[in-house]
C-alpha cells in the first residue's frame, strides 16, 4: 500500500516540474511583452512616428514564435487544455498588439488565422537566425532547453503521438480585440489633443464595424461577456470625442457663414 502513495508522491513532483518547465517559457515570453508593451506606448506621445514604432514591433515577431513553438511542443495533445490557462492571458495581449500595429499599417482587422500564420507558424531558419544574435544575453537558455527534454522523457503524461493543432482560441483573439479597443480609445483621445482630427474618425468607423461583428454573436462565455463591457467602454468614448469635434466643426461654420 505504501508503494502506491509514494507512486503518487512521484506523479505530483513530476507535474510540479512540468508546470515550472511551461512557467520558464512564459516568462521569456513575458519579458518581450513587456518591451512591445513599452514600445507602443510611444504612440501616445505627441508626433510620434507610427511607421517606425510599428517596424520596432514586427522585430519581435520571430522571437515571440519561438516561445511560442516551445510552449506547444512541450505541452501532450491530449493534456494542451489542462495547460492552456498558463499562457491564455499572455496570447490575448500578443494578440491585441499586432492587431494594432495591423490597423495602423493597414486600417483594418486582421483575421485569426493570420496571426497565427505569423506566431503559431515560424519560418524556422528566420526563428534560428535571430535567436543566435541573442546568445549572450541568454547564458543559460542551453542548460534550460536540456532541463525541458529531460522533463519531456520523465514525465509520462498518456502519451500519444499526436501533434496539436496550433491554433489560438476563439475568445483569446476577441478579448486581443477589445484589448486592442482600448488602446485605440486612448490614443483616440491624444490625436484630438495633438490636432489631428481625421485619424479619430477612422478609429470610430473601424471600432463600429466591429461592433457590428460582435453583435452577431453569442457569448454564453460569462468571462467574455465582462471584457466586452470594456470594449462597449471603449467605443462610447470614442463616440464621444467624434460628437464633439462635429459639434466644433458645425460651429465653425456657423461663424464663418455669420461672417
Known amino acids: 500500500m505504501i508503494e502506491i502513495f509514494q507512486q503518487f508522491n512521484q506523479e505530483i513532483e513530476e507535474e510540479k516540474e512540468f508546470k515550472q518547465t511551461i512557467k520558464t517559457s512564459i516568462v521569456k515570453g513575458k519579458k518581450i511583452e513587456q518591451q512591445i508593451r513599452i514600445i507602443l506606448n510611444d504612440i501616445h506621445s505627441k508626433n ?14 520571430s522571437p515571440l514564435s519561438l516561445v511560442f513553438d516551445s510552449l506547444y511542443s512541450i505541452i501532450p ?3 494542451f487544455f489542462k495547460y492552456y490557462g498558463f499562457f491564455k492571458k499572455f496570447s490575448s495581449e500578443i494578440i491585441s498588439y499586432i492587431l494594432l500595429v495591423h490597423f495602423f499599417e493597414a486600417g483594418d482587422l486582421l ?8 506566431l503559431l507558424q515560424p519560418n524556422t531558419q528566420e526563428c534560428i537566425n535571430k535567436e543566435s544574435n ?8 542551453n542548460e534550460e ?17 499526436k501533434k496539436i493543432k496550433r491554433n489560438f482560441q476563439v475568445y483569446d483573439y476577441l478579448i486581443g480585440i477589445v484589448l486592442m479597443s482600448t488602446e485605440l480609445s486612448r490614443y483616440c483621445i491624444n ?4 490636432q ?3 485619424l479619430p474618425f477612422k478609429i470610430g468607423e473601424f471600432l463600429n464595424n466591429i461592433n457590428s461583428g460582435l453583435k452577431l454573436l453569442n457569448f454564453p462565455n460569462k468571462e467574455f461577456n465582462k471584457h466586452l463591457g470594456s470594449f462597449n467602454y471603449s467605443l462610447k468614448s470614442v463616440e464621444q470625442v467624434l ?6 466643426r458645425q460651429f465653425k461654420e456657423i461663424l464663418l457663414t455669420k461672417k
Open 48 to 61: 510620434s512616428d507610427i511607421e517606425s514604432i510599428c517596424k520596432k514591433v514586427k522585430e519581435f515577431y
Open 111 to 118: 483575421t485569426k488565422e493570420e496571426i497565427e500564420k505569423l
Open 77 to 79: 495533445s491530449n493534456k
Open 196 to 198: 489631428e482630427f481625421e
Open 243 to 248: 460628437y464633439d469635434l462635429q459639434k466644433i
Open 145 to 161: 532547453l536540456q532541463q525541458q527534454l529531460q522533463i519531456k522523457e520523465k514525465v509520462q503524461i498518456s502519451q500519444t503521438k
Open 191 to 194: 490625436c484630438v489633443r495633438s
Open 134 to 141: 541573442n546568445i549572450e544575453e541568454e547564458k543559460n537558455e
